[in-house]
């Protein structure tokens, strides 16, 4: 088939003009400075330029490291790329969010951020049914939309929020978030969450692209539909899985710290067709979530 405009180079425009790459690389669990520094090497020299990092990975100061060190070998500048970190579940509360903000920009030693996200709607200290968590959630987005406001981040989202989580939020203020960044694959996708994200200006960015951990044995990639589908295309099977979430208006952040993963991840240079992401879309019938689950939040 023919070569078509690489979905890999796609970037979303946000409503404040700010641009988000369509494809970043993710670093969850990558706590060993030299394999990261090592992929993102790769990644820069792949194409990447948005990098995802949060807190709790205790890696920010890492990929920070890894970032001034290797942009100028890439004839880049910090402009050139997008740096994604969160607030930690454990920091949920408008007196935390400063200090928090604080530490996470002093890790990655640069002066700003480019997105910052709440990682979980719950805090780490309470139960989950507990209702101070909605109060400790508007807490915390007033606090983020004034560090939004005073200009030391370029966007601000969430993570791991569902429709009722992002309702809230929008009662009580005038700014939405920009990003939701979610478990998003076709073995748990929620139609409801996309139409509203779609409806409300904010972005789905997915992580866990593939379905099942390491430590299951759901992986998408095994899945026959989706290796049937690859066969037709000449692609791999995680390819197919991050064109179907890259052709739905998904970002994603797919992680790897393998150099040939990491160049696949971001060459796309195919559209499946109608049939196949219909195809694609019967496995949502196992509707199975693999990772943290935030509809027990209160």
Same mark, same amino acid.
């Given at each position: 088939?023919?070569?078509?405009?690489?979905?890999?180079?796609?970037?979303?425009?946000?409503?404040?003009?700010?641009?988000?790459?369509?494809?970043?690389?993710?670093?969850?669990?990558? *706590?060993?400075?030299?394999?990261?520094? *090592?992929?993102?090497?790769?990644? %820069?020299?792949?194409?990447?330029?948005?990098? #995802?990092?949060?807190?709790?990975?205790?890696?920010?100061?890492?990929?920070?490291?890894? %970032?001034?060190? &290797? %942009?100028?070998?890439?004839?880049?500048?910090?402009?050139?790329?997008?740096?994604?970190?969160?607030?930690?579940?454990?920091?949920?509360?408008?007196?935390?969010?400063?200090?928090?903000?604080?530490?996470?920009?002093?890790?990655?030693?640069?002066?700003?951020?480019?997105?910052?996200?709440? =990682?979980?709607?719950?805090?780490?200290?309470?139960?989950?049914?507990?209702?101070?968590?909605?109060?400790?959630?508007? /807490?915390?987005?007033?606090?983020?939309?004034?560090?939004?406001? !005073?200009?030391?981040?370029?966007?601000?989202?969430?993570?791991?929020?569902?429709?009722?989580?992002?309702?809230? &939020?929008?009662?009580?203020?005038?700014?939405?978030?920009?990003?939701?960044?979610?478990?998003? =694959?076709? =073995?748990?996708?929620?139609?409801?969450?996309?139409?509203?994200?779609?409806?409300?200006?904010?972005?789905?960015?997915?992580?866990?692209?593939?379905?099942?951990?390491?430590?299951?044995?759901?992986?998408?990639?095994? #899945?026959?539909?989706?290796?049937?589908?690859?066969?037709?295309?000449?692609?791999?099977?995680?390819?197919?899985?991050?064109?179907?979430?890259?052709?739905?208006?998904?970002?994603?952040?797919?992680?790897?710290?393998? /150099?040939?993963?990491?160049?696949?991840?971001?060459?796309?240079?195919?559209?499946?067709? !109608?049939?196949? &992401?219909? %195809?694609?879309?019967?496995?949502?019938?196992?509707?199975?979530?693999?990772?943290?689950?935030?509809?027990?939040?209160?």
């Amino acid at each position: 088939m023919a070569a078509k405009q690489n979905l890999g180079d796609l970037q979303f425009v946000f409503r404040n003009g700010v641009k988000m790459p369509a494809v970043g690389l993710g670093t969850y669990r990558v *706590r060993d400075n030299e394999v990261l520094h *090592r992929a993102i090497d790769y990644a %820069l020299g792949a194409g990447y330029r948005l990098f #995802d990092t949060a807190a709790v990975y205790h890696n920010e100061k890492f990929l920070g490291n890894a %970032l001034r060190q &290797l %942009l100028p070998k890439h004839g880049l500048v910090r402009e050139d790329v997008f740096i994604t970190t969160k607030l930690s579940p454990s920091d949920l509360g408008g007196e935390f969010v400063q200090n928090a903000f604080e530490t996470s920009l002093q890790n990655l030693g640069f002066d700003y951020i480019d997105l910052y996200l709440i =990682h979980f709607p719950g805090a780490a200290r309470i139960n989950a049914q507990n209702p101070r968590n909605a109060a400790l959630r508007v /807490e915390t987005w007033d606090a983020f939309t004034k560090l939004y406001e !005073q200009g030391k981040v370029k966007a601000i989202g969430v993570s791991n929020f569902t429709v009722k989580h992002l309702s809230q &939020l929008a009662e009580g203020s005038n700014v939405l978030p920009m990003v939701n960044q979610v478990e998003w =694959h076709p =073995h748990y996708y929620q139609t409801d969450l996309l139409n509203y994200c779609e409806s409300n200006n904010i972005r789905l960015q997915a992580y866990c692209s593939f379905g099942g951990l390491a430590i299951s044995n759901n992986s998408l990639v095994d #899945d026959p539909i989706i290796k049937d589908i690859s066969r037709t295309y000449q692609v791999t099977p995680a390819q197919v899985l991050l064109a179907w979430a890259i052709q739905k208006g998904v970002a994603v952040i797919p992680k790897s710290t393998n /150099e040939h993963r990491i160049k696949e991840n971001i060459q796309i240079n195919f559209r499946l067709s !109608q049939n196949d &992401l219909s %195809l694609i879309n019967s496995l949502g019938s196992i509707n199975c979530k693999y990772a943290w689950d935030p509809n027990p939040i209160a």
